[in-house]
């Protein structure tokens, strides 16, 4: 009984391995599914193939390491070998057991290098939001549009329920960002650590009471993209979501005006209008 009940398992493991790219949703996490959401930016992009890289040297490092371990068991145990040699150096051997793992980490630094460098630099022509971690909400301010701000707090399952999106993701107030624009966010918080996190964005960065921390992305698809905060902050840490609404230009300048209608009249809203402003 057991026996079949690990095979059913293995089985619908593989089940939603092979359905896994196509049962993807972007932006939403879904039941069964394994590895990454699909990604939307280039920073998650650059993510997924180091993690590639590096989980395809880790399995050979698993497999032969493992291989290793078996063949010594079978081979020099006891039974097998009654009289073992009394061999203590192998100069050849240590050379290349040490050489190596040097040679693999080496690897790994110069293929990590260039997406770590691209993620840490914030380009200059970048839109700014900001975001404050509550305990247990966010709190979103718009500096390059007047510095309006808003809170975003979790839905109750019903309310979510009831609006058809999804529980413990979906805020009564979500960030809002315009598609193909640079997005700079700086992060924040007001109580204790928390972190904000969008997978689909390849965004994860701790939001330090009195420290600003910032991080940055451009979103290729218009859509709704959901993260929650990853620090542990307490009681309700595991409902402290995070939405982020992606829209073209002219219906992300018509959210703004909406928000902040004496800004717009006063400054305008256009990425342009803003560089001049600011002397950029
Ligand atoms: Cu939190």
Redesign the pocket.
């Known amino acids: 009984m057991r026996k079949s009940r690990i095979l059913g398992w293995l089985g619908s493991a593989a089940l939603a391995a092979a359905l896994a790219g196509a049962a993807h949703a972007a932006g939403v996490p879904t039941d069964g599914s394994i590895g990454f959401q699909e990604s939307v930016t280039p920073n998650m992009d650059m993510v997924e193939k180091l993690h590639t890289i590096a989980f395809v040297i880790i399995t050979a490092i698993v497999v032969l390491v493992l291989g290793l371990m078996i063949f010594i068991m079978l081979r020099f145990n006891e039974k097998a070998n009654p009289v073992p040699s009394k061999t203590s150096h192998n100069t050849l051997l240590e050379v290349v057991w040490t050489a190596a793992p040097v040679m693999i980490v080496l690897f790994l630094i110069a293929v990590a290098t260039r997406p770590l460098y691209y993620l840490d630099t914030i380009p200059e022509d970048a839109m700014t939001v900001k975001a404050i971690?509550?305990?247990?909400n966010w709190d979103y301010v718009y500096p390059d549009h007047g510095g309006f701000e808003f809170n975003s707090a979790p839905l109750t399952i019903e309310e979510a329920a009831e609006k058809n999106v999804p529980g413990r993701l979906a805020v009564t107030e979500p960030m809002v960002v315009p598609v193909g624009q640079k997005i700079r966010v700086i992060v924040t918080?007001s109580d204790?650590?928390?972190?904000f996190a969008v997978p689909a964005f390849g965004v994860k960065i701790d939001?330090v009471p009195g420290r600003l921390n910032e991080t940055w992305f451009e979103v290729r698809e218009p859509g709704t993209y959901y993260g929650q905060?990853?620090?542990?902050?307490?009681q309700?840490?595991y409902n402290?979501p995070i939405e982020v609404r992606v829209l073209p230009q002219a219906e992300f300048d018509a959210w703004v005006l909406e928000k902040n209608p004496e800004y717009v009249k006063n400054e305008g809203i256009t990425t342009e209008a803003r560089n001049t402003n600011t002397g950029e």
């Open positions: 971690g509550n305990q247990w918080a204790v650590l928390h972190a939001a905060c990853s620090e542990v902050c307490g309700l840490h402290m």
